[in-house]
């Protein structure tokens, strides 16, 4: 754990990969004997809980400008950590179903580049439709 | 577009980093004129759109085996892009709100480590209890 | 179906019960075979698939007005198929677990009572605090 | 909230409009001066919050039987708790938005019936399809 630590100070100014992030939270499940639990339908499930604790941030607040003006650092720390583990559960959900996310995420934006070419649309469509 | 898809082509096989898909995503509304529309709450909506859009895939299908048995490679690729979907929203939500999702992540892993101490946990908990 | 139909018509003045929606679901499982797919989890993420087209009809709106001031009577109609979907899965949930949501719902409107009582707070709790 | 202990207790064994849950829970927000922050996006972020709770339940369990083999009764009454929280939310945004959420659901249901006529269905398909 204190090497843990030591490692995220170090690593705290170069940019983090999805491999890296991957690699930590395998290890770190195997290393607690959580594997048995991460099946593909769980860590969903853990995702939808994530996901909702992210919208509870959000849910009274009315509109939010871009940059969060007027949030205090503590709400801001409480967003960091709901978006962390939104991710943290995506990647692994990514991981247990065998599949590579960030070369996943590079196709995707190409596709939806040739899907949305650059003129004036009107407003902005789900990349899912 | 075709740039980006050599690009694509050319980064293939390297690892992805979040600030490089933070950065074409940025680029990509950008170019397309939505960053008026990316406000985080309409992110936030996005991104549930998309976990709604994940959690289909799934929802018929009872439990699932690590690595997918028996499912087919359109439907492998399906669930690709519902989960970059996902993290695509997610990047960009944390950029509208000017947080660094990658280092976010690595500090969450480090307060898990410290919570989660390595012995036989008989079950996990969740990161955000 | 046809009997369905005179029936929906015949009781379209009329209150509607959690227990009636729940009897006519059973039945529209039960005659189409799809009891056996109507797992716990497997309803679940019908339901947050749901929640995800929910989500999606607001995603790129910003602020809505309570009335849903200028939308289209074709919005408002999808609309309340996405509302609806999100609620015929909650109550077959709430049927496959043996749980009964109606009274559930008053309970826990009693509850909340006592957790929230009548002062001028500030802001709202969420509910599941 | 003494009354309507009582009134909930005189109701334990009626059956349970949505209309009446929608009537108590305008009156709940209303008497705390919660309606002011019941904007329809305010309320679908509180329902996401409340479908993570939800979910959070289901997340470690792995397949789960019909009718919860094996919970305890306080596993079984939190459930009834996130189930409740989900159903009070969806009818309060659909009270904001102005709509009918029962007449809307038994109109869904005639429209399911449509959609799937009876015979021999493999699979069951995502009412939204």
């Given at each position: 754990?204190?090497?843990?630590?030591?490692?995220?100070?170090?690593?705290?100014?170069?940019?983090?990969?999805?491999?890296?992030?991957?690699d930590?939270?395998?290890?770190?499940?195997?290393?607690?004997?959580?594997?048995?639990?991460?099946?593909?339908?769980?860590?969903?499930?853990?995702?939808?809980?994530?996901?909702?604790?992210?919208?509870?941030?959000?849910?009274?607040k009315?509109?939010?400008?871009?940059?969060?003006?007027?949030?205090?650092?503590?709400?801001?720390?409480?967003?960091?950590?709901?978006?962390?583990?939104v991710l943290?559960y995506l990647?692994?959900?990514?991981?247990?179903?065998?599949?590579?996310?960030?070369?996943?995420?590079?196709?995707?934006?190409?596709?939806?580049?040739?899907?949305?070419?650059?003129?004036?649309?009107?407003?902005?469509?789900?990349?899912?439709?």
């Open positions: 754990m204190e090497s843990s630590q030591r490692e995220c100070v170090s690593v705290a100014t170069k940019d983090v990969s999805l491999r890296e992030l991957r930590r939270l395998a290890e770190f499940a195997k290393l607690r004997g959580w594997e048995q639990y991460h099946s593909p339908r769980n860590l969903l499930l853990a995702l939808v809980g994530e996901v909702g604790e992210l919208s509870e941030i959000f849910q009274w009315g509109e939010v400008g871009r940059g969060l003006p007027n949030w205090s650092h503590s709400d801001k720390e409480h967003l960091e950590e709901e978006l962390s583990d943290l990647i692994q959900l990514a991981d247990v179903c065998g599949l590579d996310l960030g070369q996943a995420a590079l196709s995707k934006i190409v596709k939806n580049a040739k899907k949305y070419p650059i003129l004036n649309n009107p407003t902005p469509r789900s990349f899912n439709n």
